[in-house]
T-cell receptor, first 112, second 112 residues
Framework: DAKTTQPNSMESNEEEPVHLPCNHS???????IHWYRQLPSQGPEYVIH???SNVNNRMASLAIAEDRKSSTLILHRATLRDAAVYYC?????????????FGQGTELSVKP | DAGVTQSPTHLIKTRGQHVTLRCSPI?????VSWYQQVLGQGPQFIFQ???????GRGNFPDRFSARQFPNYSSELNVNALLLGDSALYLC???????????FGPGTRLTVT
């Protein structure tokens, strides 16, 4: 399974944009990039995923580098509720859909 | 619709005992995965079941076993508990054709 590298922690101010980076230099052509987040005392929740093109949904945007060796999760206006651990995960399109390999993630704190 | 439910919420067991954890997936979801999350780390994949068959197994000893029932609910069994088995056990379900996994709140197991 290809590995991802994320900063251990980041800080943001409320209502400001947040850019969470992820490096995945060994990504293969069939790997999708997934982001999940885990709020305190809860199970992880899906945020967004993409393959090659940038993606937007109601929660966030995903910007994928042209060579796909890195990606950035963008929260457009951080709220206190966005304080969580954010996980960047590579999932093989041909592999088991139910198997996610989590790393350490980035712990995001949001200051009022 | 109810989300993924897990029972019990908390559990305290003694070393050497056996434990059974239960998971009910979202209605219509046929895939269930189990994860172990030790404090301070990301979740680690244990098992995936789909249509009552094991479709994947993580790097866990044979003391860990699971099964899925005809109604797609699932049980995770752990025998001969060790102190190191103390963790949050997460269950996730996935619908057909979807990449998104939905996680339950987890069962907090403490082994003393």
């Amino acid at each position: 399974d290809a590995k991802t590298t994320q900063p251990n922690s980041m800080e943001s101010n409320e209502e400001e944009p947040v850019h969470l980076p992820c490096n995945h230099s060994t990504i293969s052509g069939t790997d999708y990039i997934h982001w999940y987040r885990q709020l305190p005392s809860q199970g992880p929740e899906y945020v967004i995923h993409g393959l090659t093109s940038n993606v937007n949904n109601r929660m966030a945007s995903l910007a994928i580098a042209e060579d796909r060796k890195s990606s950035t999760l963008i929260l457009h206006r951080a709220t206190l509720r966005d304080a969580a651990v954010y996980y960047c995960i590579l999932r093989d399109a041909g592999g088991q859909g139910g198997k996610l390999i989590f790393g350490q993630g980035t712990e995001l704190s949001v200051k009022p | 619709d109810a989300g993924v439910t897990q029972s019990p919420t908390h559990l305290i067991k003694t070393r050497g005992q056996h434990v059974t954890l239960r998971c009910s997936p979202i209605s219509g979801h046929k895939s269930v995965s189990w994860y172990q999350q030790v404090l301070g780390q990301g979740p680690q994949f244990i098992f995936q079941y789909y249509e009552k068959e094991e479709r994947g197994r993580g790097n866990f000893p044979d003391r860990f076993s699971a099964r899925q029932f005809p109604n797609y609910s699932s049980e995770l069994n752990v025998n001969a508990l060790l102190l190191g088995d103390s963790a949050l056990y997460l269950c996730a379900s996935r619908g057909g054709g979807s990449y998104e996994q939905y996680f339950g709140p987890g069962t907090r197991l403490t082994v003393t």
